[in-house]
Nanobody
Framework: QVQLVESGGGLVQAGGSLRLSCAAS????????MGWFRQAPGKEREFVTG????????YHADSVKGRFTISRDNAKNTVYLQMNSLKPEDTAVYYC?????????????????WGQGTQVTVSS
């Protein structure tokens, strides 16, 4: 079992930056690939970015490439999402998720555990 708690959301103007954190508790954080998803009002939840369990591989959705960076610190059981050049269309609830995997792949679906989400609002 893994518990995930996101923090760092808030209100920011277009062009600004935010850094989200996701603290994990439970077993063997380094055994899990980690991902960030988001859900805007009236839309389905979508994959944003993910990182392999060792941190060596990352994968980003086209909509955030060059603007968002995912990283992890396995010693602190924490994954981060640095969001730069934010746009109003980035407004959503952002969720951290964990996927148990014995490999170094970065899945975009099939995550096992989810956080409660943190709101990010980008004003124009």
């Amino acid at each position: 079992q893994v518990q995930l708690v996101e923090s760092g959301g808030g209100l920011v103007q277009a062009g600004g930056s935010l850094r989200l954190s996701c603290a994990a508790s439970g077993r063997a954080f380094s055994a899990y690939a980690m991902g960030w998803f988001r859900q805007a009002p009236g839309k389905e939840r979508e994959f944003v970015t993910g990182i392999s369990r060792t941190g060596g591989n990352t994968y980003h959705a086209d909509s955030v490439k060059g603007r968002f960076t995912i990283s992890r610190d396995n010693a602190k059981n924490t994954v981060y999402l640095q969001m730069n050049s934010l746009k109003p269309e980035d407004t959503a609830v952002y969720y951290c998720a964990a996927a148990f995997t014995p490999t170094t792949i970065v899945p975009s679906k099939g995550y096992d555990y989810w956080g409660q989400g943190t709101q990010v609002t980008v004003s124009s």
